[in-house]
């Protein structure tokens, strides 16, 4: 699973006067940002009455002087984006600039980004102090019971973090003496044959029902007048069941090498607990 990575809220600074529209737009986006991901973002807004007034807090003023990066004392325009250290309201204060971000476009640039969900959603597993160490002793770090799709899962995830890892599965024989391969119930009598039969039955029925009405007809299948006949059709239980047996058992093979290809060891043997490291 993925982790979603919390931390302290980037503040980002607007400044901007009323009427100007780039700065109306991107003061209106950011704060729509800072609502939904409000532990990600803080928006700080400086906001003018006119172009007079701000041109005279950033550029007469010389704020922009404040920013090392050589575009922030050259912009004029508005609006003027900056992040900080901290959240500080009220005016802006030179000792906490921390990075000149830019104008509306590169701001929208750095909104879209912001949005990338790759950004603050790091793949990884929460690690627990549980005791282990390396030179345990025993045969593996990690030995799974049950070969469906969790405990393949479990299986091949713990083996990516670097552990040794055993799956068991074993499938006892039902009173008729049925039994089937890697992948758990749902795969080899459960979800996907009974999905696969019920497409069969469905492609049956609407060869039936629904061909003639689209002028589809097969060979010789026509009335007198050249119409499209209702086709008639036999469905062959050996071969649709043949055929998904062998669907299923190339399903079982692609498990046991998914599992191969993760250093996993797979051992088709019934297993139980004895203790918790037995």
């Known amino acids: 699973n993925n982790k979603i990575i ?12 009323t009427a100007c529209g780039f700065y109306r737009r991107i003061s209106a986006v950011l704060g729509s940002l800072s609502l939904l991901f409000p532990h990600r973002l803080k928006v700080v807004e400086h906001v003018f009455d006119d172009r007079n007034g701000y041109r005279s807090w950033l550029v007469d003023g010389g704020f922009r002087d404040n920013f090392q990066e050589s575009a922030a004392k050259d912009h004029s325009s508005s609006p003027f984006i900056w992040f900080s250290k901290t959240a500080k309201e009220g005016d802006p204060d030179p000792s906490d600039i921390e990075q000149y971000l830019g104008g509306h476009d590169d701001t929208m640039a750095w909104c879209k980004q912001f949005l990338n969900p790759t950004d603050f959603m790091k793949p990884g597993a929460l690690m627990v102090d549980d005791g282990h160490v390396t030179d345990h002793g025993f045969d593996y770090d990690l030995c799974v019971i049950g070969g469906g799709s969790a405990g393949m899962a479990a299986a091949k995830e713990a083996s990516n973090l670097g552990a040794k890892v055993a799956l068991l599965d074993f499938v006892k024989p ?105």
């Open 174 to 278: 039902s009173p008729k003496g049925t039994t089937w391969g890697l992948g758990g119930t749902c795969v080899n009598v459960g979800c996907i044959p009974k999905k696969l039969f019920h497409i069969g039955a469905q492609i049956r029925e609407s060869i039936h029902e629904d061909a003639s009405m689209f002028g589809i007809t097969l060979s010789g299948l026509t009335n007198e007048d050249g119409s499209p006949k209702a086709p008639q059709s036999t469905v062959h239980w050996d071969t649709v069941k043949t055929n998904i047996q062998n669907y299923i058992r190339g399903l079982n093979f692609k498990y046991r090498v998914g599992l191969r290809d993760k250093n996993v060891q797979y051992l088709n043997k019934l297993a139980t607990f004895k203790d918790k490291n037995t």
């Open 6 to 17: 919390m931390s302290n809220p980037k503040v980002i600074h607007v400044a901007g006067w």
